[in-house]
């Protein structure tokens, strides 16, 4: 495994990051597709003999049941400063208020059953607060130890920048980290909130770096009861599965270059990219097993040119 600093945070991340939302109870009605605490355990289990050591979770994923799946196996398995954990805050009541902000932050931490985060994400940018009451709330979770470091994610460049000038200019904490949309299919972000993310030394983390597993396999669609229930996912490609597809045929043809697989060449994409940690939400072990191969894999500069040569402006997806 390779390692990475977030920002200017000084935290080490593995260069893959295990994302959480598989990980959950159905009952929640989030998902029909999430795994139960054993199945998330023998996952979160491999990933850390990989030497995954960032784990990424929400506190609105399956209801809460996230957060508690991933602290039950990190408590079973791992000492707590040797693991990146990380959650976020924004889809409850009051979104990023202050009292918000106060109220969400201990329930996640009794969730994952520890007493400091890692990192803090804002889930999106929220236009109802005051950026100033947001951002010294979470400035004082930092004060207060309960947070390492702050991260944001999904949201305009302007308004990632209006918090972090906000930040700067009251001396509070900034953002190191951005978890943003961002794979072959969907690069919008390039237009602004990837440059001002590298103008501030802010790590990239991206979600959906497979576009949910289309950039992973020849055919669109598959047949598994995630594809046929994760209507977010369908609403974020299938429009646009005409043009997407072209793109898709191009990573098949590098892979086959190369002897190796559609996701790696994926996520050798990202890292030539300089995505300092994408998010990968594994099912199965084999799943880890095959981005992390992506590591022993560097494409030419002919490669990233072949992939890119396909993409067409999309509508926004992510930031609202």
């Not at 237009?191 to 669109?220: F, H, K, S």
């Not at 043009?243 to 898709?248: F, G, R, S, T």
Request: aromatic letters at 10%.
């Amino acid at each position: 495994m390779e390692y990475t600093t977030l920002g200017n945070s000084g935290i080490r991340v593995s260069r893959f990051c295990l994302g959480c939302m598989s990980f959950g109870d159905p009952a929640s009605k989030m998902h029909a597709w999430t795994l139960d605490p054993q199945e998330s355990e023998a996952v979160i289990r491999h990933a850390l003999d990989l030497g995954i050591n960032f784990f990424d979770t929400a506190n609105c994923y399956s209801a809460g049941t996230s957060e508690e799946y991933l602290g039950r196996a990190i408590r079973n398995n791992a000492a707590r400063d040797r693991v990146v954990l990380a959650s976020k805050v924004y889809f409850n009541e009051g979104h990023l208020s202050g009292a918000a902000i106060g109220r969400e932050i201990d329930g996640t931490l009794r969730r994952l059953g520890t007493d400091y985060l890692d990192l803090y994400i804002i889930h999106r940018f929220d236009a109802s607060t005051p950026m100033e009451e947001t951002m010294e709330a979470l400035h004082g979770l930092v004060r207060a130890g309960k947070v390492r470091a702050l991260g944001a994610s999904a949201m305009y460049g302007y308004q990632f920048y209006n918090l972090q000038l906000v930040a700067r200019d009251n001396g509070w904490t900034p953002f190191v980290s951005m978890q943003n949309h961002y794979n072959p299919f969907y690069r919008e972000d390039e237009r602004e909130l990837i440059p001002v993310c590298r103008q501030m030394n802010v790590a990239l983390t991206p979600y959906r770096p497979l576009a949910a597993g289309r950039a992973a396999r020849p055919d669109w669609a598959a047949d598994t009861l995630r594809s046929r229930t994760d209507a977010v996912a369908r609403g974020k490609y299938d429009s646009t599965e005409q043009e997407d597809q072209k793109i898709a045929a191009r990573i098949r043809e590098i892979a086959q270059k190369y002897g190796t697989t559609m996701t790696r060449v994926t996520f050798a994409w990202h890292f030539a990219k300089g995505i300092a940690s994408p998010i990968v939400g594994a099912t199965k072990a084999k799943y880890l097993d095959d981005a992390v191969g992506a590591l022993d894999l560097k494409l030419a500069e002919e490669d990233i040119a072949a992939i890119d040569e396909f993409y067409v402006p999309h509508r926004v997806v992510g930031a609202l």
